[in-house]
Protein backbone atom coordinates (compact mmCIF):
# COMPACT_ATOMS: atom_id res chain seq x y z
CA UNK A 1 0.00 0.00 0.00
CA UNK A 2 1.37 3.51 -0.83
CA UNK A 3 1.37 5.59 1.83
CA UNK A 4 1.44 9.59 0.83
CA UNK A 5 0.17 11.39 3.91
CA UNK A 6 2.89 10.80 6.35
CA UNK A 7 6.58 11.51 4.62
CA UNK A 8 9.60 9.06 4.66
CA UNK A 9 12.42 10.23 6.38
CA UNK A 10 15.91 8.99 7.66
CA UNK A 11 16.64 5.46 8.76
CA UNK A 12 19.15 4.15 11.53
CA UNK A 13 20.45 0.35 12.05
CA UNK A 14 20.59 0.02 15.94
CA UNK A 15 21.72 -3.65 15.95
CA UNK A 16 19.59 -7.36 16.01
CA UNK A 17 18.50 -6.83 12.37
CA UNK A 18 16.33 -3.26 14.17
CA UNK A 19 15.66 -0.45 12.20
CA UNK A 20 14.49 2.99 13.38
CA UNK A 21 12.61 5.69 11.33
CA UNK A 22 12.73 9.33 11.90
CA UNK A 23 12.54 12.88 10.82
CA UNK A 24 15.44 15.44 11.77
CA UNK A 25 15.55 19.01 12.11
CA UNK A 26 18.13 21.95 13.39
CA UNK A 27 21.26 21.98 15.28
CA UNK A 28 21.99 22.31 18.94
CA UNK A 29 21.12 20.49 21.92
CA UNK A 30 19.35 17.43 21.03
CA UNK A 31 15.58 16.96 21.75
CA UNK A 32 13.88 13.32 21.12
CA UNK A 33 10.23 12.70 20.73
CA UNK A 34 8.83 9.75 21.82
CA UNK A 35 4.98 8.96 20.20
CA UNK A 36 2.42 7.42 22.15
CA UNK A 37 0.50 4.24 21.24
CA UNK A 38 -2.46 3.42 19.11
CA UNK A 39 -3.26 2.42 15.23
CA UNK A 40 -1.17 4.24 13.05
CA UNK A 41 0.80 6.16 15.26
CA UNK A 42 3.93 7.53 14.28
CA UNK A 43 6.33 10.56 15.70
CA UNK A 44 5.81 12.74 12.49
CA UNK A 45 1.89 12.72 12.92
CA UNK A 46 2.25 13.16 16.61
CA UNK A 47 5.32 16.08 16.47
CA UNK A 48 4.31 17.81 13.39
CA UNK A 49 3.14 20.95 14.97
CA UNK A 50 6.08 20.86 17.61
CA UNK A 51 9.59 19.64 16.33
CA UNK A 52 10.15 22.24 13.40
CA UNK A 53 8.88 25.49 15.72
CA UNK A 54 11.11 24.09 18.72
CA UNK A 55 14.37 23.32 16.10
CA UNK A 56 14.11 26.67 14.82
CA UNK A 57 14.41 28.04 18.60
CA UNK A 58 18.12 26.59 18.27
CA UNK A 59 17.40 22.76 19.12
CA UNK A 60 18.10 19.65 17.15
CA UNK A 61 15.02 17.59 17.42
CA UNK A 62 14.59 14.21 16.51
CA UNK A 63 11.58 12.55 15.73
CA UNK A 64 11.50 8.39 15.80
CA UNK A 65 8.96 6.11 14.91
CA UNK A 66 8.81 3.17 17.42
CA UNK A 67 9.59 -0.03 16.90
CA UNK A 68 6.81 -2.35 15.25
CA UNK A 69 5.11 1.37 14.19
CA UNK A 70 5.46 3.16 11.17
CA UNK A 71 8.37 2.98 8.96
CA UNK A 72 10.93 1.30 11.65
CA UNK A 73 10.77 -2.11 11.52
CA UNK A 74 7.65 -4.11 12.17
CA UNK A 75 8.45 -7.78 10.75
CA UNK A 76 6.06 -10.00 12.17
CA UNK A 77 8.77 -12.63 13.33
CA UNK A 78 9.92 -10.53 15.90
CA UNK A 79 8.76 -10.65 19.21
CA UNK A 80 7.86 -7.16 20.46
CA UNK A 81 8.20 -6.10 24.12
CA UNK A 82 8.53 -3.05 26.36
CA UNK A 83 12.04 -3.44 26.70
CA UNK A 84 12.45 -3.46 22.76
CA UNK A 85 10.39 -0.24 22.48
CA UNK A 86 12.83 1.76 25.48
CA UNK A 87 15.97 0.08 23.98
CA UNK A 88 14.70 1.37 20.56
CA UNK A 89 15.30 5.04 21.66
CA UNK A 90 18.24 4.25 23.25
CA UNK A 91 19.76 2.43 20.47
CA UNK A 92 18.78 5.57 17.97
CA UNK A 93 20.57 7.65 20.45
CA UNK A 94 23.83 5.50 20.42
CA UNK A 95 23.22 5.56 16.12
CA UNK A 96 23.12 8.87 16.49
CA UNK A 97 26.38 9.91 18.94
CA UNK A 98 24.20 11.32 21.09
CA UNK A 99 25.58 11.82 24.66
CA UNK A 100 22.90 14.34 26.11
CA UNK A 101 19.19 14.29 25.41
CA UNK A 102 15.86 16.03 26.71
CA UNK A 103 13.51 13.38 26.20
CA UNK A 104 9.68 14.78 25.08
CA UNK A 105 6.68 11.59 25.30
CA UNK A 106 3.13 11.45 25.47
CA UNK A 107 1.02 8.59 26.29
CA UNK A 108 2.86 5.62 26.16
CA UNK A 109 5.76 7.25 25.11
CA UNK A 110 5.97 9.27 28.16
CA UNK A 111 6.19 5.74 30.08
CA UNK A 112 9.18 5.15 27.63
CA UNK A 113 11.05 8.50 28.74
CA UNK A 114 10.51 7.46 32.23
CA UNK A 115 11.75 4.22 31.42
CA UNK A 116 14.83 5.35 29.68
CA UNK A 117 15.45 8.20 31.92
CA UNK A 118 15.61 5.46 35.04
CA UNK A 119 17.73 3.26 32.96
CA UNK A 120 20.24 6.07 31.61
CA UNK A 121 20.56 8.90 33.95
CA UNK A 122 23.66 9.97 32.43
CA UNK A 123 21.95 10.36 28.75
CA UNK A 124 18.86 12.00 30.07
CA UNK A 125 19.22 15.85 31.06
CA UNK A 126 15.53 16.80 31.63
CA UNK A 127 11.77 15.48 30.46
CA UNK A 128 8.79 16.79 28.83
CA UNK A 129 6.08 14.49 29.73
CA UNK A 130 2.40 14.70 28.54
CA UNK A 131 -0.15 12.72 29.63
CA UNK A 132 2.34 9.80 30.52
CA UNK A 133 1.08 6.44 30.54
CA UNK A 134 3.06 4.01 33.28
CA UNK A 135 2.31 5.51 36.43
CA UNK A 136 -1.11 4.14 37.57
CA UNK A 137 -2.11 0.52 37.50
CA UNK A 138 -3.08 -1.31 34.31
CA UNK A 139 -6.86 -1.35 35.32
CA UNK A 140 -7.06 1.85 35.90
CA UNK A 141 -6.44 2.61 32.41
CA UNK A 142 -8.57 -0.19 31.05
CA UNK A 143 -11.17 1.68 32.71
CA UNK A 144 -10.66 5.06 30.42
CA UNK A 145 -13.49 5.10 27.98
CA UNK A 146 -10.42 6.55 25.58
CA UNK A 147 -8.69 2.81 26.01
CA UNK A 148 -11.87 0.88 26.06
CA UNK A 149 -13.19 2.63 22.73
CA UNK A 150 -9.52 1.84 21.62
CA UNK A 151 -9.06 -1.65 21.87
CA UNK A 152 -12.63 -2.62 21.28
CA UNK A 153 -11.91 -1.07 17.30
CA UNK A 154 -8.95 -2.82 17.21
CA UNK A 155 -9.89 -6.37 18.45
CA UNK A 156 -13.28 -6.38 17.90
CA UNK A 157 -15.15 -3.83 15.17
CA UNK A 158 -11.93 -3.21 13.00
CA UNK A 159 -9.98 -0.35 12.02
CA UNK A 160 -12.01 2.17 9.38
CA UNK A 161 -11.85 5.98 8.32
CA UNK A 162 -14.78 5.93 10.67
CA UNK A 163 -13.71 4.07 13.47
CA UNK A 164 -10.30 5.74 12.96
CA UNK A 165 -12.68 9.39 13.71
CA UNK A 166 -14.24 7.80 16.88
CA UNK A 167 -11.27 7.28 18.53
CA UNK A 168 -9.75 11.07 17.53
CA UNK A 169 -13.28 11.69 19.30
CA UNK A 170 -11.69 10.85 22.70
CA UNK A 171 -8.57 11.87 21.49
CA UNK A 172 -9.06 15.55 21.17
CA UNK A 173 -11.56 17.62 23.11
CA UNK A 174 -12.31 19.93 20.12
CA UNK A 175 -13.46 17.72 17.27
CA UNK A 176 -12.92 20.54 14.88
CA UNK A 177 -9.40 19.88 14.86
CA UNK A 178 -10.24 16.39 13.53
CA UNK A 179 -9.48 17.00 9.29
CA UNK A 180 -9.37 14.17 6.80
CA UNK A 181 -5.69 14.40 6.71
CA UNK A 182 -5.12 13.50 10.18
CA UNK A 183 -7.38 10.19 9.77
CA UNK A 184 -5.33 9.58 6.36
CA UNK A 185 -2.00 10.07 8.67
CA UNK A 186 -3.14 7.01 10.43
CA UNK A 187 -5.15 5.32 8.15
CA UNK A 188 -2.80 4.72 5.59
CA UNK A 189 -0.17 3.91 7.86
CA UNK A 190 -2.00 1.54 10.01
CA UNK A 191 -1.25 -1.34 7.81
CA UNK A 192 2.53 -1.49 8.42
CA UNK A 193 2.03 -1.47 12.16
CA UNK A 194 3.04 -4.69 13.73
CA UNK A 195 0.06 -6.70 14.67
CA UNK A 196 -0.97 -7.01 18.10
CA UNK A 197 2.05 -5.04 19.55
CA UNK A 198 -0.43 -3.50 21.50
CA UNK A 199 -1.14 -7.25 22.80
CA UNK A 200 2.09 -8.05 23.45
CA UNK A 201 3.71 -4.89 25.26
CA UNK A 202 2.86 -4.63 29.08
CA UNK A 203 3.64 -1.12 30.22
CA UNK A 204 4.48 -1.46 33.65
CA UNK A 205 3.78 0.86 36.34
CA UNK A 206 6.80 3.06 37.32
CA UNK A 207 5.04 5.23 39.85
CA UNK A 208 7.09 3.94 42.87
CA UNK A 209 10.27 4.43 41.22
CA UNK A 210 9.62 8.03 40.36
CA UNK A 211 11.60 9.24 43.11
CA UNK A 212 15.01 8.21 41.00
CA UNK A 213 14.38 10.60 38.38
CA UNK A 214 16.61 12.97 39.23
CA UNK A 215 16.46 15.29 35.41
CA UNK A 216 14.09 18.39 35.50
CA UNK A 217 10.55 17.33 34.49
CA UNK A 218 7.99 19.60 32.64
CA UNK A 219 4.35 18.08 32.46
CA UNK A 220 1.34 18.84 30.72
CA UNK A 221 -1.76 17.66 31.54
CA UNK A 222 -5.39 18.22 29.32
CA UNK A 223 -8.01 18.11 32.40
CA UNK A 224 -10.44 16.76 29.72
CA UNK A 225 -8.42 13.79 28.69
CA UNK A 226 -9.92 10.30 28.39
CA UNK A 227 -6.62 8.09 27.56
CA UNK A 228 -4.84 8.56 30.90
CA UNK A 229 -6.76 9.82 34.15
CA UNK A 230 -5.95 13.31 35.59
CA UNK A 231 -5.26 11.86 38.78
CA UNK A 232 -1.08 11.21 37.47
CA UNK A 233 -0.68 14.94 37.27
CA UNK A 234 -0.67 13.91 41.45
CA UNK A 235 1.68 11.12 41.18
CA UNK A 236 3.98 13.09 38.87
CA UNK A 237 4.06 16.23 41.78
CA UNK A 238 4.48 13.79 44.52
CA UNK A 239 6.87 11.44 42.82
CA UNK A 240 9.31 13.63 41.03
CA UNK A 241 11.79 15.35 42.97
CA UNK A 242 11.91 18.32 40.62
CA UNK A 243 9.06 18.94 38.19
CA UNK A 244 6.26 21.65 37.22
CA UNK A 245 2.89 20.63 35.69
CA UNK A 246 0.77 22.37 33.02
CA UNK A 247 -2.66 21.87 33.97
CA UNK A 248 -4.92 22.76 30.82
CA UNK A 249 -8.54 22.79 30.57
CA UNK A 250 -11.01 22.03 27.00
CA UNK A 251 -8.03 19.60 26.38
CA UNK A 252 -7.82 16.26 25.89
CA UNK A 253 -4.88 13.44 25.40
CA UNK A 254 -3.10 15.75 22.80
CA UNK A 255 -2.03 18.67 24.52
CA UNK A 256 0.40 19.05 21.82
CA UNK A 257 -1.98 19.10 19.24
CA UNK A 258 -4.76 21.28 20.58
CA UNK A 259 -2.35 24.05 22.16
CA UNK A 260 0.13 23.66 19.70
CA UNK A 261 1.37 26.87 20.64
CA UNK A 262 1.21 27.10 24.02
CA UNK A 263 2.80 23.76 23.93
CA UNK A 264 5.74 24.95 22.01
CA UNK A 265 6.43 28.10 23.53
CA UNK A 266 6.28 26.28 27.00
CA UNK A 267 8.61 23.66 26.23
CA UNK A 268 11.03 26.15 24.25
CA UNK A 269 11.39 28.30 27.23
CA UNK A 270 11.73 25.51 29.47
CA UNK A 271 14.55 23.75 27.19
CA UNK A 272 15.94 27.22 27.18
CA UNK A 273 15.34 28.40 30.80
CA UNK A 274 15.12 25.30 32.88
Known sequence: MSITAVPEGKYADIGNGLRV?????????????VHGSGPGATGWSNFKH??????????RCIVPDLIGFGFSTT??????????????????????GLEKITLVGNSMG??????????????????ILMAPGGIEDREVYMGMRGIRTMLKILYKNGVTRES????????????DLITEAIINERFEVYPRQAKNILGQVTVPNLADRLPEVKCPVLGLWGQNDQFTPVSGVNVLMNGLSDVRVLSINKCGHWVMVEHAELFNRTCIDFLTNG
Open 21 to 33: HYHEAGEGPAVVF
Open 75 to 96: DENVAYSWEMLVDGIKGLCDAL
Open 110 to 127: GAICIEVALQHPDLVERM
Open 164 to 175: MYDIFKLQLYNE
Open 50 to 59: NYEVIAAAGF
